[in-house]
T-cell receptor, first 110, second 114 residues
Framework: GEDVEQSLFLSVREGDSSVINCTYTDSSSTYLYWYKQEPGAGLQLLTYIFSNMDMKQDQRLTVLLNKKDKHLSLRIADTQTGDSAIYFCAESGSARQLTFGSGTQLTVLP | DSGVTQTPKHLITATGQRVTLRCSPRSGDLSVYWYQQSLDQGLQFLIQYYNGEERAKGNILERFSAQQFPDLHSELNLSSLELGDSALYFC?????????????FGPGTRLTVL
């Protein structure tokens, strides 16, 4: 079945760039997503990328997709304390429901 | 604010009881998805409805059921509750009319079973 893996923790200094990595196994994935969850809150859609693209930029966010290696990354430029949250990678294939990774807890240190 | 609403925000109940969680999708969205987030299982897809009909099933227990009403709101019914059912339950909605089907999530209902 589908599987999505992420590292559990990442700490960065305020102002630095953060890179959160994700690997997936389903080669039929059509879209890949990044969601953000702040404490006690729901899932906020940050960005997504179609599987035939290799890069997408949206303000401070850059998504890179290596389809051959089934590797997805989210780069946050100029990371701020407000970026501290859990970041989930998710993939959807023909079935449309999302398969999520375990989430990466990003901590931004002052 | 995603436009998806869920009630109640918190629910505390006892083992063996039954509860109903409610979700209202974004205006214009026809599809509703239910997900469970727990510490040991992470975020898991439970079930999807599209325009009133069940579209897909995931890791949903037989004790759980859902439906989508003509006004497109959805309810998730959890019965014979066990301690392990304590989790955050999310509803998401999407247009579901195109190949790209972005899901927008509600704030969740936190269920605590004592």
């Amino acid at each position: 079945g589908e599987d999505v893996e992420q590292s559990l923790f990442l700490s960065v200094r305020e102002g630095d760039s953060s890179v959160i990595n994700c690997t997936y196994t389903d080669s039929s994935s059509t879209y890949l997503y990044w969601y953000k969850q702040e404490p006690g809150a729901g899932l906020q859609l940050l960005t997504y990328i179609f599987s035939n693209m290799d890069m997408k930029q949206d303000q401070r966010l850059t998504v890179l997709l290596n389809k051959k290696d089934k590797h997805l990354s989210l780069r946050i430029a100029d990371t701020q304390t407000g970026d501290s949250a859990i970041y989930f990678c998710a993939e959807s294939g023909s079935a449309r429901q999302l398969t999520f990774g375990s989430g990466t807890q990003l901590t931004v240190l002052p | 604010d995603s436009g998806v609403t869920q009630t109640p925000k918190h629910l505390i109940t006892a083992t063996g009881q039954r509860v109903t969680l409610r979700c209202s999708p974004r205006s214009g969205d026809l599809s509703v998805y239910w997900y469970q987030q727990s510490l040991d299982q992470g975020l898991q897809f439970l079930i999807q409805y599209y325009n009133g009909e069940e579209r897909a099933k995931g890791n949903i227990l037989e004790r759980f059921s859902a439906q989508q009403f003509p006004d497109l709101h959805s309810e998730l019914n959890l019965s014979s509750l066990e301690l392990g059912d304590s989790a955050l339950y999310f509803c998401a909605s999407s247009v579901a009319r195109a190949a790209h089907d972005t899901q927008y999530f509600g704030p969740g209902t936190r269920l605590t079973v004592l």
